[in-house]
């Protein structure tokens, strides 16, 4: 078996006690590292929790940590965007441009040999792009796109953000060069590889889909079955400094949650997730609640606590590990087609799916109501997520770097 020396360069430090993409690029980690391949790390550190974690010590070779920011001053940002020329959106926030980051990835280039160099999310693609002539023509260059980001902008113009048509022009150019000078496109999903097609169909032969997963071994249902009790907790979670997420809780709020309050007066919601902002903490009341909670363990417990997850996401792409680990712990969904990328529910069957929100609010109600059909999208759920293991993708993601650069789309 041909084992290989790999470099990884994520906007967020991987950590197993934390959600979202950190904890799904952990698992990437502790999978090829099983596996027999060398990892090296070189990773922002934001947060004192950052530096201390010693959590992927066990799989890595080395792990190299930056003293990071996550937010610059705005005559600083102006600053490096004339020096140079990227979009402001890649020079500040999680993974804005370091340049001691820059540096280090200069140096470990030039003292190692790696077989690939992975930047994890479009955002560190900006050191593939700008560092193309640092590396080693026989060293496969990727970039695991999270998300396509003009994309994103251009939902979030359509839902009246005030993004100009320059800016997301700007965005493009800058996010399909970077993509053209790397040797492989990761997308999380089918529906995501076709999105960035659609913009630039000469990276036909450069993209794979190479889902993320869920470790089934750790989200797993309660020994008291979901269908079992007789709560009404509905729980939406998400990292709120992320945007879609504040969206999401939002959309729920102004379009489902009076009509199902007047159907379940005794439903409960909770919005629960990173630094909520204070748009969200002022929609708390006796049965909204917003709080703070992230962790990996807590979370297990909040998905088992709860009776529905609601995804009424409009914004953003990739995907949603959210709703494999909350039907891993046997918690039927009720999602918006653009949430469910990457998982192909069988609606009906496994999770209800729904743009119209009068459809959606009207599942919501189903679930809470009638025991039985909680009790089936719940079995029929967590069978569907026992096919998305963690093992399975990183198994994905080893046969897309042994093919070296004979491109040939699969």
């Known amino acids: 078996?041909?084992?290989?020396?790999?470099?990884?360069?994520?906007?967020?430090?991987?950590?197993?006690?934390?959600?979202?993409?950190?904890?799904?690029?952990?698992?990437?980690?502790?999978?090829?590292?099983?596996?027999?391949?060398?990892?090296?790390?070189?990773?922002?550190?934001?947060?004192?929790?950052?530096?201390?974690?010693?959590?992927?010590?066990?799989?890595?070779?080395?792990?190299?940590?930056?003293?990071?920011?996550?937010?610059?001053?705005?005559?600083?940002?102006?600053?490096?965007?004339?020096?140079?020329?990227?979009?402001?959106?890649?020079?500040?926030?999680?993974?804005?441009?370091?340049?001691?980051?820059?540096?280090?990835?200069?140096?470990?280039?030039?003292?190692?040999?790696?077989?690939?160099?992975?930047?994890?999310?479009?955002?560190?693609?900006?050191?593939?792009?700008?560092?193309?002539?640092?590396?080693?023509?026989?060293?496969?260059?990727?970039?695991?796109?999270?998300?396509?980001?003009?994309?994103?902008?251009?939902?979030?113009?359509?839902?009246?953000?005030?993004?100009?048509?320059?800016?997301?022009?700007?965005?493009?150019?800058?996010?399909?060069?970077?993509?053209?000078?790397?040797?492989?496109?990761?997308?999380?999903?089918?529906?995501?590889?076709?999105?960035?097609?659609?913009?630039?169909?000469?990276?036909?032969?450069?993209?794979?889909?190479?889902?993320?997963?869920?470790?089934?071994?750790?989200y797993t249902p309660p020994e008291e079955r979901l269908w079992a009790r007789n709560t009404k907790n509905i729980l939406y979670l998400g990292n709120f400094m992320h945007n879609p997420n504040v969206d999401a809780v939002n959309n729920f709020i102004n379009h489902c949650w009076a009509r199902i309050l007047r159907e379940v007066p005794d439903a409960k919601f909770y919005a629960i997730g990173a630094t909520p902002p204070q748009e969200l903490l002022d929609l708390r009341c006796e049965n909204v609640i917003v709080q703070e909670g992230g962790t990996n363990d807590n979370v297990r417990w909040i998905y088992r606590d709860s009776d529905v997850l609601v995804a009424p996401i409009e914004l953003g792409t990739g995907f949603r590990g959210k709703l494999l680990e909350a039907m891993a712990c046997g918690l039927p969904v009720v999602a918006t087609r653009l949430a469910t990328f990457g998982i192909s529910p069988v609606e009906g069957e496994e999770m209800f799916v729904a743009d119209d929100y009068d459809a959606f609010s009207r599942y919501v109600i189903m679930l809470l109501n009638d025991l039985e059909l909680r009790k089936k999208i719940s079995t029929n759920a967590l069978a569907l997520a026992l096919k998305f293991d963690h093992r399975y993708a990183a198994e994905k993601l080893e046969r897309v770097l042994k093919e070296g650069k004979n491109l040939v789309f699969v």
């Not at 990727?142 to 902008?153: D, G, L, Q």
């Not at 320059?166 to 999105?195: P, Q």
């Not at 169909?201 to 089934?216: F, M, N, W």
């Open 1 to 218: 078996m041909l084992k290989m020396d790999i470099l990884i360069l994520p906007k967020l430090l991987p950590r197993a006690d934390i959600i979202g993409g950190p904890i799904l690029i952990y698992h990437r980690i502790k999978n090829m590292s099983s596996m027999g391949h060398k990892i090296t790390l070189i990773a922002p550190a934001y947060t004192e929790e950052d530096r201390t974690d010693k959590s992927l010590d066990p799989f890595c070779e080395k792990i190299i940590k930056i003293d990071s920011v996550r937010e610059r001053p705005v005559e600083e940002v102006k600053a490096l965007y004339k020096q140079l020329n990227r979009p402001r959106d890649f020079l500040t926030g999680d993974g804005g441009y370091s340049d001691v980051l820059d540096e280090a990835l200069k140096s470990t280039l030039k003292d190692n040999h790696f077989d690939a160099v992975i930047a994890e999310y479009s955002m560190m693609g900006q050191y593939i792009e700008s560092n193309r002539s640092f590396i080693p023509a026989d060293t496969m260059s990727v970039i695991s796109v999270h998300e396509c980001y003009t994309k994103a902008f251009e939902l979030r113009a359509e839902k009246g953000e005030a993004i100009s048509a320059d800016t997301i022009k700007e965005l493009f150019n800058y996010e399909f060069k970077m993509y053209d000078v790397a040797d492989r496109i990761l997308s999380l999903t089918r529906e995501d590889a076709d999105i960035m097609l659609g913009y630039a169909p000469e990276l036909k032969d450069k993209i794979r889909v190479v889902p993320h997963g869920v470790d089934t071994g750790f």
